[in-house]
């Protein structure tokens, strides 16, 4: 029998029995749809804070105080306990290295404002001026922390848009003096609304230069340091340097931990990623499911057909002749169920892309490779015992069958 | 050479402990052209006989010569060639796939053996016409009445132009009339040389042939070549 004949014969025996068809194509297609639909889910999840990443700043490299626990334990270190504070002097030493473009380091505390008559819980960040084009963002009105001094800052505040939305409304803010703790200072400006970041959300922050923010907590170490390196081949380059003047500075030990934008990038990345993935195989389940049920629709159409396959057999079909056609069939429905499946959860990631915005939900290449590869599959392997029982049946006994 | 040559032939079943000698030691030998009728009651063992001729069924015993070659070492797949060229079936529930028209009935065992749409095409209409049904080609079984259904049937089982054709009471479900067309649409055939072999409960078609096999308890009671015509009962 031809193979163009064998695809026609099992296209007619599918659409000739509807509702079994359309059970198991549903079937199919719900399973390849979750695939696609929580992969979409997953992957929109990585692709989100992936940009919520990049949107820190680009060629940006972290300084924090302390030893990170990758570093390995070691006695000397256990020795010496306590790292140095990491202060704005060691901050500014940066800024005199050859790969560095900008430098700003970063204090961060609770605290309360008061102005217009209300009062508000804010973290207040002490930085300089050059934190506003590391982190790439906008003002609103005014200026953001002028350029000065990094020990000796203005009694000056930058607030975020949430704040100057709550405390002033829509009366301007820039030129008013609030009280912050228990220094009084000048706004002079309000940054734009960037929306929800990772970590700190921007909008509620108050930002002070950076030694009015430790005089207030009355502490000298920083939170971090922000380094923005003159390119991104110059990340490591600036790395290094980093590591080096602080050790240097710190009597050479090594009690700060430097992280690159890409390093932490990747960790999520990689957690999101695996994420994805146990949630597409998860999703796979209803896969196997489904090719469980294409089975049985194909059990039953064997049994449904006994007569039909002995005829087959009188008319002089061979055994691997009736499989073929059984199994295209298996094959059929699972491709068509896969196919209708995969519109589905294109039509749910849209659906999701719609609601949310913000969330890319796509589904990722892979996925969509594996789960109609899997629907294919499973179809196929489930459709083989039926298949090979139908070829197997005995003519007389499936004649006598009507 | 005889067209068909059975020799010793035994077909045993085994139901439970009791065990069924549905052919017993059966030598028969059946010429090209012939038009024989199996009969005998219910049970004797004709459709397992004619089951056997078509090459559905295998005997536990004895040899089968097709044409002068043993069809009975073949392996499956042979066989299935023997079948799909050699022989047609006719059967009393005229085993139409429901969902197929007519035309495509009558092509399926063309399709089966591989043989190109277009040609397929060219000699369905051509049987469908010789048959009188080039109005129903694409009328599906139950748009059909049971004589056209065979008449479907027929032409399918023709339309590879086999050696011989196998009916099993191929006018049990019809009423007299239409039985009676059925009968000579497959005489029509066998004067035009095809060999046909008819199982039938009916004395009076039975009688029509130019032969009779008289089976009983699986075995071969009467032979009208051998021992003359039937005795009058
Ligand atoms: N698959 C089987 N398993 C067990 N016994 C069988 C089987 N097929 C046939 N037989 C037995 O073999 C014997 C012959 O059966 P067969 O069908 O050939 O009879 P028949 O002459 O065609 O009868 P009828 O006129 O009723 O169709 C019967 O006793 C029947 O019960
Ligand atoms: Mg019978």
């Known amino acids: 029998m031809r193979s163009a004949d064998i695809l026609r014969f099992a296209r007619d025996a599918a659409t000739g029995y509807p ?11 719900i399973g390849v749809a979750a695939v696609v639909v929580l992969t979409a889910l997953g992957d929109g999840a990585r692709r989100y804070v992936v940009e919520q990443f990049s949107a820190l700043g680009s060629n940006l490299v972290i300084v924090l ?29 940066l800024t005199r290295q050859p790969s560095v473009r900008r430098v700003a380091p970063l204090a961060v505390g609770n605290s309360e404002i008061n102005a217009n008559g209300r009062l508000r819980e804010v973290v207040v960040a002490g930085t300089t001026s050059t934190y506003l084009d590391i982190r790439s963002f906008n003002m609103a009105q005014g200026a953001f922390l002028p350029e000065a001094d990094w020990n000796r800052g203005a009694p000056v505040a930058v607030i975020g848009s949430k704040i100057k939305q709550e405390i002033f409304g829509a009366a301007p803010a820039v030129g008013e003096l609030v009280r912050l703790g228990d220094r009084r200072l000048r706004i002079v400006g309000v940054l734009k609304s960037v929306g929800q970041g990772l970590g700190m959300n921007t909008d509620e922050v108050v930002f002070v230069p950076v030694s009015v923010a430790q005089n207030m907590f009355n502490s000298n170490t920083l939170f971090r340091v922000l380094i923005e390196a003159r390119s991104r081949g110059e990340i490591e380059a600036v790395k290094q340097e980093a590591a080096a003047v602080l050790k240097a500075r710190h009597g050479g030990e090594e009690d700060i931990t430097v992280i690159t934008q890409d390093a932490v990038l990747a960790t999520f990345d990689k957690l999101l990623r695996a994420l994805t993935a146990a949630v597409a195989g998860i999703a796979a389940i209803s896969l196997a499911v489904a090719g469980i049920l294409v089975m049985n629709v194909m059990l039953v159409a064997v049994t449904q057909r006994t007569g039909e396959i002995g005829l087959l057999k009188a008319l002089g079909a061979r055994g691997a002749t009736i499989r073929n056609a059984f199994m295209a069939e298996a094959a059929m429905l699972s491709l068509v169920g896969a196919f209708t499946g995969y519109g589905l959860g294109l039509l749910g990631a849209f659906v999701l892309r719609r609601m949310y915005p913000v969330f890319p939900a796509y589904p990722p290449d892979w996925a969509v490779i594996a789960a109609l590869g899997t629907a294919l599959g499973t179809g196929l392997l489930f459709g083989i015992m039926p298949a090979r029982r139908a070829a197997r049946l005995d003519p007389v006994q499936a004649l006598m069958k009507h | ?92 529930s005229f085993h139409l796939v429901p969902r197929l028209t007519a035309a495509e009935n009558v092509a399926l065992p063309m399709m089966l053996a591989g043989i190109p749409a277009a040609e397929r095409t060219q000699r369905v209409a051509q049987a469908l016409k010789d048959f009188g049904l080039d109005r129903r080609a694409d009328h599906r079984p139950d748009q059909l009445s049971g004589g056209q259904r065979q008449r479907v049937a027929i032409a399918r089982a023709t339309i590879m132009q086999p050696a011989v054709l196998l009916a099993d009471e191929p006018t049990g479900n019809l009423d007299r009339a239409t039985g009676d067309d059925v009968i000579n649409l497959l005489e029509a055939l066998n004067q035009r040389g095809m060999t046909l072999i008819v199982v039938t409960h009916d004395q009076k078609i039975g009688s029509r042939a130019r032969r009779q096999l008289m089976m009983e308890d699986g075995e071969l009671r009467h032979d009208s070549l051998r021992d003359g015509a039937l005795p009058a009962a």
């Open chain 2, 1 to 92: 050479m005889s067209l068909i040559r059975l020799a010793g032939i035994e077909r045993v079943f085994h139901l439970g402990d009791s065990t069924v000698h549905a052919l017993n030691r059966l030598d028969v030998a059946i010429e090209s052209g012939e038009y024989v009728a199996i009969m005998g009651p219910s049970g004797s063992g004709k459709s397992t006989l004619l089951n056997l001729l078509g090459l559905l069924d295998r005997p536990d015993a004895g040899s089968y010569h097709l044409e002068g070659r043993d069809v009975t070492t073949l392996s499956p797949d042979e066989q299935a060639a023997v079948r799909s060229r050699r022989i047609g079936f006719v059967f009393q």
């Open chain 1, 65 to 93: 105080p302390g030893r990170s626990a990758t570093g390995g334990f070691s006695p000397a270190n256990a020795v010496t306990t306590t790292p140095r504070d990491l202060t704005v002097d060691d901050a500014f030493a």
């Open chain 1, 19 to 29: 509702l079994r068809t359309s059970l198991s194509v549903l079937a199919m297609a």
